[in-house]
């Protein structure tokens, strides 16, 4: 399976852009980059996908470079509400979360 | 409409106890899926599945671990002899279905603690 390696943690002031990194190396030519996260004491949730184009949806933006190592996924005006942990996952059949990406968001 | 619900939210047991943890799916949705999170991980995949029929289930840890789906909606995950090492977060989500992914939706989970 395809691994994700992510920072485990960010900050972000309240109404600017957070950006959270992912990299993915060893992806398949086929293989669909996700974005769940997580708020404290809830599931998961899905935000986006996207296999080699840029994507925008109403929650946020993933950008997927050239290559497909690596990925961006774009909150373009954060707010506290979006204070959660990030997980960038590799389809392959099944979600595989790895330890994601705990997103502070500050006032 | 109503999200994917799961029963108890909390259950505490003893070492060795049965447990069972009941998961109710989107109406509609055929594929469902149990998912294990201990604390400061990601959710671990456990099972996935597809009508009635279980289509992988790699992920149970062992033999201990059992689901089932018997009408193709509602499942229910049976731990037997339960472990200290059990305890965490079962979630169960459900989706449309199919090997293409379709997005999945999320229980709150229930939340075991084994004594």
Redesign the interface.
Known sequence: DAKTTQPPSMDCAEGRAANLPCNHSTISGNE?V?WYR?IH??????II?GLKNNETNEMASLIITEDRKSSTLILPHATLRDTA?Y?CIV?T????????TTLQVKP | GAG?SQTPSNKVTEKGKYVELRCDPISGHTAL?W?RQSL??????LI?FQGTGAA?DSGLPNDRFFAVRPEGSVSTLKIQRTERGDSAVY?C?SSLGG?V?N???????TRLTVL
């Open positions: 669909y996700y997580q004491s809830q599931g998961p949730q899905y996908h942990v997980y389809y059949g099944k979600l595989i979360f790895g330890q994601g | 994917v899926y998912y400061g991980q990601g959710p671990e995949f996935y992988d979630l989500a090997r992914f997005e999945q939706f999320f229980g709150p989970g």
